[in-house]
Nanobody, 119 residues
Framework: QVHLVESGGGLVQAGGSLRLSCAASGRTFSTFRMAWFRQAPGKDREFVSSIRWSGGMTEYADSVLGRFFISKDNSKNTLYLQMNSLKPEDTAVYYC????????????WGQGTQVTVSS
């Protein structure tokens, strides 16, 4: 079992920045990849960015490429998402998730943190 707790959300004006954090605990040694997803009101959950826990290979959704930056601190078992040049359409609940080694889906999810970008 892996337990995830997100933090860092809030209200920001368009053009501003926020940094989200996701602290992982439990059986973190089994982590293959961690990711950020988001879900806006009335919309499906969508992929934002991911990073391999070993090696650090990253992926980004086209909508955030060049504005959002994912990073990790293995010693602290913590995932980050630096969000710059925020737009109102970035408003959503942001979730972190863990993909365990040998699995194809994300098995563990945090409770989410709200990001609201005002125009």
């Amino acid at each position: 079992q892996v337990h995830l707790v997100e933090s860092g959300g809030g209200l920001v004006q368009a053009g501003g920045s926020l940094r989200l954090s996701c602290a992982a605990s439990g059986r973190t040694f089994s982590t293959f990849r961690m990711a950020w997803f988001r879900q806006a009101p009335g919309k499906d959950r969508e992929f934002v960015s991911s990073i391999r826990w070993s090696g650090g290979m990253t992926e980004y959704a086209d909508s955030v490429l060049g504005r959002f930056f994912i990073s990790k601190d293995n010693s602290k078992n913590t995932l980050y998402l630096q969000m710059n040049s925020l737009k109102p359409e970035d408003t959503a609940v942001y979730y972190c998730a863990v993909q365990v080694a040998g699995m194809t889906q994300y098995d563990y999810w945090g409770q989410g943190t709200q990001v609201t970008v005002s125009s």
